[in-house]
């Protein structure tokens, strides 16, 4: 497959993205970055893409586009002007992204949205597991 992946030089992208290649996917990562970190450039299947939110036509061709950013939540004082950076990170960037996949003539089949995985606890060996239910 070939997979969009925004967010994918953070803390669960730079993950995600190696595992994935292992099973023989192949990545185009958005980022504002110019380069990737050292820990992702030994993989020729990663292309680069450097751009805040990504156009139609860079959507064009992939097979599941995969959005983790978001304004970091941890470790920081939630002020209201932190609480509105929060939800323009995820709700409204969320919806411009998937306003550019429907514009799409081949638009990804699969989308995944991923935010505030910390919610969960960090491990079930040390938690007992969390869902919505609790």
Known sequence: ????????????G????????KRCHQFR????????????????????????IPTSQQLEGLDAMINLVGEPIAGVRWT???????????IDFTRGLVARIRDCKNPPKV????SAVGYYGMSASRHAPYDETQ
């Open 29 to 52: 990562v958005f980022s504002r970055r110019t380069e990737l970190p050292n820990d992702l450039k030994q993989f020729s299947e990663i292309e680069l893409v450097t751009t805040t």
């Open 14 to 21: 730079s993950e995600l993205i190696p595992y994935w290649i």
């Open 80 to 90: 209201n002007e932190r609480k509105h950076l929060i939800r323009i990170s995820r």
């Open 111 to 114: 989308f995944l949205q991923g």
């Open 1 to 12: 497959m070939k997979i969009g992946i925004l967010g994918g030089t953070g803390l669960i």
